[in-house]
């Protein structure tokens, strides 16, 4: 065997710990530095990963479509969205706080959705992508998903800030819990995932060929 | 094929083949320069790179993260003035404020995530740090290890500190359209803790701290 030619870890009877990243023999029971429980495959991730991902997606539609936060500025009272918010912000002249609060609520979200999508159905329904781009598009996944918590963090700010009843008040709205749930329902959808799945595919269609 | 390694030994193999979590290729583990990161050749995930992770240089980190970790959380990290009064709010009042309102599972999420998390990860490093220290030795110390060690990367997920400091740097635009907002002793020392955590993380290495239990 030589250096070149491709073996995964199954082929040889070999399995990488998921929690220690210690190689252990594939019919392991546990893993014998950390004790976690050893698996080759974790053939049911994919349908635990879409189950969470198809939750979020429904909930990315109140998450846009209701305020996520209401102001009250001398006794009128506005709504605003998600889209809304950001308007406000170009509006007001503060394009690169615009550009940011789109980034982590709209972009980053919607991204993180249609990237689990695309990466789910490739290995549910062996779909003709790059694998390789589709690994790397996860990775960028996994990384920025975090940031769209940036958004709960300023409403938590203002609400305490702005709180001077008819003058200037401002609260959270219904938008922000499903906005919350979407942020945790596709980190979990990514965390889940067995992503070997994907590359033992690739490996089938090499042997038909 | 197989019988080759059927009969290599268990620390054969530990060594000298190292399997990619993301795409279980078998990857020959080779000495590499510092600084240098090994990538899987199929899917470019990153495999492991040179183990630079010093006790004592985490320890001194750690300690200063644990010692910025409540001026950090108790002093207001924004200070609003409209019309003569002045409001102030903390990380935590902050969630707070939000869990008042009905709105727990924002709030819970913004106290796991800037005040929980960041906690739970000091501490725990803190803590195998200690151990180390202490020699690992069989028993109590060794299991505590790796059960800290099991945790850590939950730990580092749920800590969010990079994304709370940005957040107060949009709070503070966005309020500046109706209000003065000033920056307290809290804003300084949140975004030093972020900072000093930032490379304590660095020093820390996950592998590293597992081969520990390998001697
Ligand atoms: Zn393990
Ligand atoms: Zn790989």
């Known amino acids: ?209 | 094929m197989d019988l080759q390694y059927a009969s290599m030994h268990h620390d054969d193999i530990d060594n000298s083949v190292i399997l990619c979590r993301a795409c279980d290729l078998a990857v020959r583990r080779r000495a590499l320069p510092s600084g240098v990161r090994a990538l899987c050749p199929r899917c470019h995930t990153a495999l492991y790179d040179t183990p630079f992770c010093s006790i004592n240089g985490m320890l001194a980190l750690c300690v200063s993260a644990l010692a910025l970790f409540l001026p950090a959380n108790l002093f207001p990290v924004l200070e609003l003035h409209f019309l003569g009064s002045v409001r102030t709010a903390t990380v935590i009042q902050g969630a707070m404020a939000v869990m008042d309102l009905g709105y727990w599972v924002v709030g819970i999420a913004v106290l796991v995530a800037a005040v929980i998390g960041p906690g739970l990860l000091l501490l725990s490093i803190l803590s195998q740090v200690l151990l180390v220290k202490m020699g690992l030795n069989p028993g109590w110390q060794r299991d505590l290890y790796k059960w800290l060690l099991r945790r850590h990367g939950l730990f580092s997920q749920l800590t969010m500190l990079e994304i709370y400091v940005i957040s107060f740097l949009v709070s503070a635009f966005q309020l500046s359209d109706f209000s003065d907002i000033y920056f307290g002793v809290g804003t300084f020392s949140f975004t030093m803790l972020f900072l000093v955590t930032l490379f304590l993380q660095r020093e820390y290495n996950i592998e590293h701290m597992w081969s520990r239990l390998n001697d």
């Open chain 1, 1 to 209: 065997m030589t250096d070149n030619v491709q073996t995964t870890g199954k082929q040889m009877g070999l399995c990488l710990c998921p929690v220690c990243k210690k190689t252990n023999p594939e019919d392991a029971q546990t893993c014998s530095r950390c004790g976690a429980h050893n698996q080759a495959r974790d053939y049911s991730s994919v349908q635990k990963s879409w189950a969470l991902l198809i939750t979020a997606a429904i909930l990315l539609i109140p998450a846009n479509v209701y305020p996520i936060t209401t102001l009250v500025n001398q006794g009128k009272v506005t709504h605003d969205t998600i889209f809304s918010g950001i308007k406000h912000l170009v509006h007001s002249d503060m394009l690169p706080i615009a550009i940011i609060v789109f980034t982590a609520s709209i972009l980053v979200p919607w991204l993180k959705i249609i990237g689990l999508a695309i990466y789910l159905s490739a290995i549910s329904f062996s779909l003709p992508v790059s694998k390789r781009r589709l690994m790397a598009g996860f990775h960028i996944i996994e990384w920025i998903g975090r940031w769209s918590m940036l958004d709960l963090f300023v409403i938590s700010l203002t609400v305490a800030l702005v709180n001077m009843g008819q003058l200037l008040d401002a609260k959270p709205a219904p938008a922000a819990t499903a906005f919350a749930l979407v942020i945790l329902l596709t980190q979990l959808a990514a965390k889940v995932l067995d992503t070997r799945l994907l590359w033992d595919r690739l490996d089938l269609e090499d042997d038909k060929y």
